[in-house]
């Protein structure tokens, strides 16, 4: 793997760390990505399906899971891992992430992982073939393609330290604070950094020095490298060695912090876990004395090391290994951004023609496209474009129960409500207002409940018996007048549609075998209109290929019963236009019909 990230990496970011997601998406949007580089947030506290962030002047809606398997199913591409967990769960999550696999890289904040866990973690990567930076890092950046997290710090510094293109230099540090001031006066005095790696400041960090530079020996964008280590470890050794081996063959500038330590009487930490000498090699001033034995450029000090890059880079310049580098096109995030009260996943007004799910109203609407209502409910209700036999089967399930006569609550609520001399629309909600649990409501509760006793591989009895224990009568089972003598014709379209042009229809196979139970104790036991719509629904669902879980949320969310109020609107309106028609007076129930039970009232 030559290169660490290209403009086309994308990440899932594990914890909501809204203003590292922020700087990301302000990074994307300077160097005109076309996809955001964050894919995916996982945020297992949150029960948020997104999270709105700008992106620009506009703003962006990414996904929220509550596992880190569930991001990376929805969104498979995504093999970076950005783990933002602390010390005390970081290791959970990176070995759950390592486990599940299709990840190439992963960056870890957390400092202060035990050390055993973290050795632990390092070699299991390392087994997995996956670069992890850190523990305890800002993260690593490709400028002009895939920057992670708060590495470079703002948009401002970011421009100022040419990292919103690549340059030439391969930047290696322990530090990430030194990492900025580092861009920067490698900014100044050179053409900037072509890729840049904080390896984390733990003592036991996943990739080391060796690990990322020579990735960058085979990085053709990269020209020269800089390795900033410090006192403590022998890691920079392991870059001598491979000098020696011929392995890297670029220049490298090399410099350890920390040569005071000789100062000091005893051992001395410097900030970093690893920041601590063990013996005389893992000194500063020893490495760095290695270094400059082994042919690497090692400044007199570290206020020399701007000179020393600036020496090295017009060398290799002049002898023709770097070029100009032309400057790209940027975009400018706007200074003042507001979000948005609204938002809209399914229509779009804005262009000379409002589009139903990216489709114009034209392309959908009329005779000659082929398409019908079923089309466009796929369209405004799924966001998907469903197939022939699926949107003539909603159209069939809209057209079977848009009436059921004037008797039924709705309807006759819709005509009282007309009697009064209401409006359509006012005489249409008191209609609607009584659609629920005993009125289309068994639509939602039978697929609800059969789909429960399918997938738990329930008998017939055994179904009986739950529901039973839970104190309702089945849903969709059941009719006033109809019974296995006199079939609902309604129902004998539905599955004969369905036996036509279904896939398959393994629910509503169970279901039958469900009434075949019922109907030995009681012939008008059958499984009825509702029942078999909000059962077919769900092998329509399974047929189109939807997750289970999806189902599920269409069941819960209401969608089931939301076909009957789409069809019961067009009985309701034909009710309450029909008494309108027949100029209909006000209505009043009468008192025959009313049993009066009317008592003297007690005196307290």
């Known amino acids: 793997m030559a290169k660490l990230y290209t403009k086309d990496?994308?990440?899932?970011?594990?914890?909501?760390?809204?203003?590292?997601?922020?700087?990301?998406?302000?990074?994307?949007?300077?160097i005109q990505r076309k996809k955001p580089s964050v894919a995916a947030i996982v945020a297992?506290?949150?029960?948020?399906?997104?999270?709105?962030?700008?992106?620009?002047?506009?703003?962006?809606?990414?996904?929220?899971?509550?596992?880190?398997?569930?991001?990376?199913?929805?969104?498979?591409?995504?093999?970076?891992?950005?783990?933002?967990?602390?010390?005390?769960?970081?290791?959970?999550?990176?070995?759950?992430a390592l486990d599940m696999g299709g990840f190439s890289s992963m960056m870890i904040t957390a400092e202060g992982i035990p050390e055993r866990l973290a050795r632990r973690m390092n070699a299991y990567a390392r087994e997995k073939n996956v670069t992890v930076i850190g523990p305890a890092t800002v993260g690593a950046i490709a400028p002009g393609a895939f920057k992670i997290a708060n590495v470079g710090g703002t948009i401002e510094n970011i421009v100022q330290s040419k990292l919103h293109r690549a340059g030439s230099c391969g930047l290696v540090t322990r530090s990430g604070g030194l990492f900025n001031e580092l861009a920067n006066i490698i900014a100044i005095n050179a053409d900037g950094i072509a890729e840049g790696v904080a390896i984390g400041g733990d003592r036991f960090v996943g990739s080391v020095f060796i690990d990322n530079m020579l990735r960058m020996e085979e990085n053709p964008e990269v020209k020269y490298m800089i390795l900033l280590g410090e006192v403590g470890g022998t890691e920079e050794y392991k870059v001598i060695e491979a000098i020696k081996a011929g392995k890297i063959k670029?220049?490298?500038?090399?410099?350890?912090?920390?040569?005071?330590?000789?100062?000091?009487?005893?051992?001395?930490?410097?900030?970093?876990?690893?920041?601590?000498?063990?013996?005389?090699?893992?000194?500063?001033?020893?490495?760095?004395?290695?270094?400059?034995?082994?042919?690497?450029?090692?400044?007199?000090?570290?206020n020399d090391l701007p000179n020393k890059i600036k020496e090295v880079y017009e060398k290799l310049k002049a002898t023709g290994v770097i070029g100009d580098i032309p400057e790209p096109a940027m975009s400018v995030c706007p200074s003042v951004?507001?979000?948005?009260?609204?938002?809209?996943?399914?229509?779009?007004?804005?262009?000379?023609?409002?589009?139903?799910?990216?489709?114009?109203?034209?392309?959908?609407?009329?005779?000659?496209?082929?398409?019908?209502?079923?089309?466009?409910?796929?369209?405004?209700?799924?966001?998907?474009?469903?197939?022939?036999?699926?949107?003539?089967?909603?159209?069939?399930?809209?057209?079977?129960?848009?009436?059921?006569?004037?008797?039924?609550?709705?309807?006759?609520?819709?005509?009282?409500?007309?009697?009064?001399?209401?409006?359509?629309?006012?005489?249409?909600?008191?209609?609607?207002?009584?659609?629920?649990?005993?009125?289309?409501?068994?639509?939602?509760?039978?697929?609800?409940?059969?789909?429960?006793?399918?997938?738990?591989?329930?008998?017939?009895?055994?179904?009986?018996?739950?529901?039973?224990?839970?104190?309702?009568?089945?849903?969709?089972?059941?009719?006033?007048?109809?019974?296995?003598?006199?079939?609902?014709?309604?129902?004998e379209g539905l599955k004969k549609f369905a036996a036509a042009h279904f896939p398959a229809t393994p629910l509503l196979d169970y279901a039958l075998t469900v009434e075949q139970l019922t109907t030995s104790k009681k012939e008008n036991l059958i499984l009825n209109v509702d029942g078999t719509i909000g059962i077919l629904m769900v092998d329509m669902w399974r047929?189109?290929?939807?997750?289970?879980?999806?189902?599920?949320?269409?069941?819960?969310?209401?969608?089931?019963?939301?076909?009957?109020?789409?069809?019961?609107?067009?009985?309701?309106?034909?009710?309450?236009?029909?008494?309108?028609?027949?100029?209909?007076?006000?209505y009043r129930h009468p008192m025959s019909d009313i049993l009066y039970d009317v008592q003297m009232a007690e005196k307290i």
């Open 337 to 491: 951004r507001k979000s948005k009260e609204f938002i809209c996943t399914i229509s779009d007004d804005r262009g000379d023609e409002a589009t139903y799910a990216g489709f114009p109203i034209s392309s959908v609407a009329t005779p000659d496209t082929g398409k019908g209502i079923g089309d466009v409910v796929s369209l405004l209700w799924f966001k998907k474009q469903y197939p022939k036999w699926a949107t003539e089967f909603i159209e069939t399930v809209i057209k079977t129960v848009a009436d059921h006569g004037p008797a039924v609550s709705g309807a006759h609520n819709a005509k009282v409500t007309a009697r009064a001399g209401k409006s359509v629309v006012e005489s249409l909600v008191t209609g609607l207002l009584t659609i629920g649990p005993r009125f289309g409501g068994a639509i939602d509760g039978a697929a609800e409940h059969f789909k429960y006793a399918h997938d738990n591989n329930l008998t017939p009895a055994e179904f009986l018996n739950h529901m039973k224990k839970l104190g309702i009568p089945i849903p969709g089972i059941g009719h006033r007048i109809k019974s296995l003598k006199n079939p609902d014709l309604r129902v």
């Open 44 to 96: 297992p506290t949150s029960s948020n399906k997104f999270e709105k962030f700008f992106y620009g002047p506009d703003e962006v809606m990414i996904p929220s899971f509550k596992t880190t398997a569930a991001a990376k199913a929805a969104q498979p591409q995504a093999d970076v891992f950005l783990n933002f967990a602390s010390f005390r769960t970081a290791y959970e999550v990176t070995m759950e």
């Open 9 to 30: 990496t994308q990440a899932i970011f594990w914890n909501n760390n809204t203003s590292a997601i922020q700087r990301m998406l302000d990074y994307d949007y300077t």
């Open 543 to 586: 047929a189109l290929g939807y997750e289970e879980e999806e189902i599920n949320e269409f069941i819960s969310s209401g969608t089931l019963n939301s076909f009957f109020i789409l069809g019961r609107t067009i009985g309701f309106i034909g009710h309450v236009l029909d008494e309108k028609r027949l100029a209909m007076p006000m």
């Open 250 to 302: 670029k220049p490298i500038i090399a410099w350890c912090i920390g040569t005071i330590a000789k100062y000091y009487d005893s051992g001395v930490q410097f900030g970093h876990a690893g920041a601590s000498a063990n013996g005389e090699m893992e000194t500063a001033e020893y490495k760095n004395r290695a270094m400059a034995e082994a042919g690497i450029y090692v400044p007199s000090s570290f």
